[in-house]
């Protein structure tokens, strides 16, 4: 069984430009979340998404944006960088129906680096 | 909304001490709990769940009870270990939700 793999592992980009990160779910899992987690703190909830949808977004702006593909697997999108946007960017898959609680597996994270 | 309180950014036990690793929550749901644990360049990895109150959740001498009393769900472990060293976060998912919510996690610092 594959787990939840990310490309890139490190990118380093300039403040206004954008970035695209790619996630690829475990077998069998059809919803992907992404997570934001700056240096020191606790992971936070970006977007969801099932069956190719948008399900439900935390508190971000609209420069953050996603896509998931029908082999469920997703990509986040990041316009118009800023300096806080400098994270580790984790992506999560699991098994469920839209609104249920679920076991989410994560992958091991892109570190994004805004200069 | 959903909130979740670790008070220790660090704790430092020797090898054999025992541990309690606080956590608080506050929700208007009836939540799923979470203890997830974090090495150096991984992402967080399930460590023990519990589902309902008066759930127990257990993973290698670890537990974490669900108080709903108390908003509480405490790691804890008798003997901890030099492998058992890496940063734990207690995370909850509202009833119906489909995000989770993380506290600001512990390092534990395990001294041999």
């Known amino acids: 069984e594959t787990g939840v793999t990310q490309s890139p592992t490190h990118l380093i980009k300039t403040r206004g430009q954008q970035v695209t990160l790619r996630c690829s779910s475990q077998?069998?899992?059809?919803?992907v979340s992404w997570y934001q987690q700056a240096l020191g703190q606790g992971p936070q909830f970006i977007f969801q998404y099932y069956r190719e949808e948008e399900n439900g977004r935390g508190n971000f702006p609209p420069r953050f944006s996603g896509l998931q593909f029908p082999n469920y697997s997703s990509e986040l999108n990041v316009n118009a960088l800023e300096l806080d946007d400098s994270a580790l960017y984790l992506c999560?898959?699991?098994?469920?129906?839209?609104?249920?609680?679920?076991?989410?597996?994560f992958g091991p994270g892109t570190r994004l680096t805004v200069t | 909304g959903d909130s979740v309180v670790q008070t220790e950014g660090q704790v430092l036990p020797s090898e054999g001490d025992s541990l309690i690793v606080n956590c608080s929550y506050e929700t208007t749901q009836y939540p799923s709990l979470f203890w997830y644990v974090q090495y150096p360049g991984e992402g967080p990895q399930l460590h023990l769940k519990a589902m309902k109150a008066n759930d127990k959740g257990r993973n290698k001498g670890f537990e974490a009870m669900y108080r709903k009393e108390t908003t509480s769900f405490h790691l804890e472990k008798d003997s901890v270990q030099e492998s058992d060293s890496a940063v734990y976060f207690c995370?909850?998912?509202?009833?119906?939700?489909?995000?989770?919510?993380f506290g600001k996690g512990t390092k534990l610092s395990v001294i041999p």
């Open positions: 077998s069998g899992h059809n919803t």
């Open positions: 995370a909850l998912s509202g009833a119906g939700s489909y995000q989770l919510t």
């Open positions: 999560a898959s699991s098994q469920g129906l839209a609104g249920e609680s679920y076991e989410q597996y």
